[in-house]
Structures are given as structure tokens and as C-alpha cells.
């Protein structure tokens, strides 16, 4: 059984599952309401029930008293809608500054996605959470007082753990250390979230997404949101590698292009595929530098687009160049690198 909700004064409406609390269901359609810990105690996602009635169990949590019940006031990271409901509270806009957080996390999984690129995810105590907006960065906090920048790979409705893509950098000691001596179990401290590299979504433009090696991880944050939140203008992903090898996680942007129309998964290789390649794979392998091919395959221009960028930043440049002389407007063009003053991690 569902319920409906709708939110004001925004008047976004949106469905909840019976076993679901209204701010799982919200950030699950892509509404940011505002949230701390998610269990009950941080009293951040307080709200107002306008209309309709919300259940706890057996409890109410911690943050939330009989009085403020008696105003009205719930705890939508733990209220369940026992009918359809209006709600007011504030959503938290673009212009809206997200708390930073410095947090321990424990490393729940590593795996390897390629002979060069793992995956972590971290887990946050469990009173914790950070709200971010898809696409943002943590630092993590080396004991030397050093700190090393890498995007979110998740989107905010899937914020249980924290999905980092590491890339072992030749000479980079942090990175050689993840590929070697991390463990599960180990902790790591973060900071987050950072950086205004996120989905301008009120655009509804056509999207360009161009992301080089694991830039990838940022723009996977941001497509799945896109996706939660029903988003469904045409979006293109332009995903530039040196060779096959270095395609990580390929599985999914073709998931993506295989069942929604209005999704396309364009990789490129910046090295021409090997006499070992098979014939039939590499007639299918375009090559060449990513952002040429964004401006070979839209031969009228980019006026109507809105293109994200994240990856090198000597592509995250070209592209800048490249797209402008194609006819994109500047204010439509949105990059992480242009942010740092020592590039972050790709
Ligand atoms: S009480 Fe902390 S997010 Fe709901």
C-alpha cells in the first residue's frame, strides 16, 4: 500500500510505501529535505503534518516530544503515513549551504573494478549521515594533517554508504596505499561534503555528461539521481578512456542506454584498439579525444544543451574551449576541476 505526499510550499508531490518514513520515500524521488542522522535523534528533519496522520511504532524518537506532536511536528526521517499527507517543510534548494561534516568512516567493502580503479564504500557511525548533493566531494582526512579530495559516487537516496572510485595515480602514496594496505574494517575520517558541481535541475535542458576515467564517479552520482527523480529529457554520456581495459563498471551506463530511450552511453578511447582487439569490437570502438567526439556527433551545436564535466583537468579545459566555439553558453557549462587549486583524485 502507498500513500501520497505532497510538500509545501513547493507543491511537489510524491509517493510513499507503507514501510517506508516520508524522507526516504522524498530523497528516493529526489526531493532534498533536510536530514542529519536519519535515526530519530538529531531533531533536522522536523516538520509540520498539514494534513493526514503519520505513525512511529510503539515510541516516539528521541528528538521528537509529546508537545511538539501536539503542534503538529514530526520526525519525517522516522514518520511512516498511515493516510495521504500535506507537509511543510523547507526543501533544501541549490543556494542552500549543506552542513560540513567531519565523521569517522569504517571501510565496509573494497573491490577492484579494474586492474587500476577500486571502490570503496565507507560506512558512517550509525547516528551519522551527511547530507550531499549528488555529485559533490569529501576530503579524506590523512593523520598527517594532509587531505585527499575524492567525488561521491552515490546519489543521496542510496546515502547508507558513502561509494568512492580510486584510481591508482603512479607516485601517489594515498593512492598506492588504497590499491595495497587498506583494509575492510579500517577507518578513515572525512570531511564533506565540498563543491558546487552538482545537477542544475531545474533546467530540463537536454544533458551532456563528459567524464574522463574515473571522473565517471561524480557523473554516476548524478545520473542516478537524475533517474530517481523521473528526469527523462535526453541525456548523453560521453565517457573517455585510454583503452577497453580501463572501462570500469561499463555494465551499467549500457544498462542505462539498453532500457530508457532518452539515455545514450557513448565510451571513447584515446588509443586506437590493439591488432589483438577482436574485428567486430573494434569496428564498434570509437577513438579519438572525448570531447571531439561530443562536438562531431551534435554538428548544429550546443546551444541547447547543459554539459557536466568531470575528469582531467586538461579535458575538463578542452572541452570548456571546444564546446564554447560549438555554440554552448558558458553558464551552461558545469566542471569539477575548475574547483581546486591541486587537482582532486580522478
Ligand atoms: S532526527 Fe536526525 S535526521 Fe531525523
Not at 11 to 23: I, P
Not at 38 to 49: H, I, M, N, Q, W
Not at 137 to 153: E, M, N, T, W
Not at 165 to 174: E, L
Request: hydrophobic content about 35%; aromatic content about 10%.
Amino acid at each position: 500500500m502507498s500513500f501520497t505526499v505532497r510538500i509545501e510550499p513547493s507543491g511537489h508531490t510524491f509517493d510513499v510505501e507503507s514501510n517506508e518514513s516520508v524522507l526516504d520515500a522524498a530523497l528516493r524521488h529526489g526531493y532534498s529535505f533536510p536530514y542529519g542522522c536519519r535515526g530519530g535523534g538529531c531533531g533536522a528533519c522536523k516538520g509540520k503534518v498539514l494534513n493526514g496522520t503519520v505513525d512511529y511504532g510503539t515510541n516516539l524518537p528521541p528528538a521528537l516530544s509529546e508537545e511538539d506532536v501536539s503542534r503538529g511536528l514530526a520526525l519525517f526521517c522516522q514518520a511512516r503515513p498511515s493516510s495521504d499527507l500535506s507537509v511543510e517543510i523547507k526543501e533544501v534548494g541549490e543556494s542552500d549551504n549543506l552542513e560540513i561534516k567531519t565523521l569517522p568512516t569504517k571501510v565496509q567493502k573494497k573491490e577492484f573494478l579494474s586492474h587500476d580503479v577500486v571502490r570503496l564504500y565507507l560506512k558512517l557511525p550509525e547516528i551519522e549521515r551527511m547530507q550531499f548533493r549528488a555529485g559533490q566531494y569529501i576530503d579524506i582526512l590523512l593523520p598527517d594533517g594532509r587531505k585527499r579530495s575524492f567525488s561521491l559516487a552515490n546519489a543521496p537516496h542510496d546515502d547508507a554508504l558513502i561509494e568512492l572510485h580510486i584510481r591508482h595515480v603512479d607516485g601517489g602514496d594515498f593512492t598506492g596505499y588504497v590499491m595495497d594496505e587498506l583494509h575492510e574494517k579500517d577507518i578513515l575520517r572525512i570531511e564533506g561534503p565540498h563543491g558546487s558541481f552538482f545537477l542544475r535541475e531545474e533546467a530540463k535542458r537536454p544533458l551532456i555528461f563528459m567524464a574522463g576515467g574515473t571522473g565517471f564517479a561524480p557523473i554516476k552520482g548524478i545520473i542516478e539521481h537524475a533517474l530517481a527523480e523521473g528526469l527523462n529529457q535526453p541525456m548523453y554520456l560521453y565517457w573517455g578512456v585510454r583503452t577497453e581495459k580501463d572501462l570500469y563498471l561499463a555494465d551499467l551506463p549500457a544498462k542505462w542506454a539498453k532500457h530508457l530511450p532518452h539515455f545514450h552511453f557513448i565510451p571513447i578511447f584515446s588509443e586506437q584498439p590493439s591488432a589483438t582487439t577482436p574485428a567486430s569490437n573494434a569496428q564498434a570502438i570509437r577513438s579519438g579525444y572525448v570531447h571531439d567526439a561530443v562536438v562531431s556527433d551534435f554538428p548544429e551545436g550546443l546551444e541547447k544543451f547543459d554539459v557536466y564535466a568531470s575528469g582531467p583537468p586538461v579535458m575538463v579545459h578542452a572541452g570548456f574551449d571546444a564546446f564554447k566555439k560549438h555554440g554552448l553558453l558558458e553558464d551552461r557549462y558545469f566542471s569539477d576541476a575548475f574547483e581546486f587549486q591541486t587537482p582532486k583524485a580522478k
